[in-house]
């Protein structure tokens, strides 16, 4: 889990900040981040967005299911290497079971 620290000093920030900004120090590991949000959101998510979210969870879900399962991944595994698209395996199943769900 990650700690955040809403305190100076700026020691790893660059760039402009603005008035109406949020600093964020994140530590994760022994590496601390520090970035800003600019214009966050303030309404509430849409019900599409929700249904959106909730569909990607659970293909998120869908895609670790079928990775420890060696006989679908290994399908997937076949399938990943034909194709350039994308970077990782994981991601791969991800956007497979994304499909399948929309």
């Given at each position: 889990m990650s700690k955040?620290?809403?305190?100076?000093p700026f020691t790893a920030f660059r760039g402009?900040?603005?008035?109406?900004?949020?600093?964020?120090?994140?530590?994760r590991?022994?590496?601390?981040?520090?970035s800003q949000i600019c214009n966050p959101?303030?309404?509430?998510y849409s019900e599409e967005e929700i249904a959106r979210q909730g569909k990607?969870?659970?293909?998120?879900?869908?895609?670790?299911?079928a990775l420890a399962d060696s006989t679908?991944?290994?399908?997937?595994?076949a399938e990943y290497k034909a194709q350039s698209k994308?970077?990782?395996?994981?991601?791969?199943?991800?956007a497979k079971e994304y499909a399948k769900l929309a």
């Open positions: 955040i620290n809403l305190e100076a402009k900040i603005c008035k109406h900004s949020k600093i964020i120090f994140a530590q590991g022994q590496t601390q981040y520090t959101r303030t309404k509430a990607f969870k659970q293909a998120v879900v869908n895609a670790n299911a679908q991944k290994a399908a997937y595994e994308y970077k990782t395996l994981r991601g791969y199943v991800i």
